[in-house]
């Protein structure tokens, strides 16, 4: 198996990093380095009742997607 072909956790610090994803959700990619994201953000009355993401790529993608959630909660 290589190093990027499972979704996994890079950071053991990490709060948002869903090992399941229900669907809706929206998946994004860069087909330059290889990077894979897909994120699910519910809202509920006008806030951020749930950010999750699961991410293959390196660590700047994981820590991007880690301040995101920091920042949105509850936004």
Request: hydrophobic fraction near 35%.
């Amino acid at each position: 198996m290589g190093f990027f072909e499972e979704f996994r956790e890079l950071s053991e610090g990490s709060t948002f990093a869903a090992p399941t994803l229900d669907h809706p959700f929206v998946e994004l990619s860069n087909p330059v380095c290889g990077d894979l994201v897909r994120m699910r953000v519910q809202i509920e009355q006008g806030r951020v009742a749930y950010y999750g993401y699961q991410q293959k790529g390196c660590w700047p993608v994981s820590g991007c997607l880690e301040l995101l959630g920091q920042l949105s909660q509850g936004a």
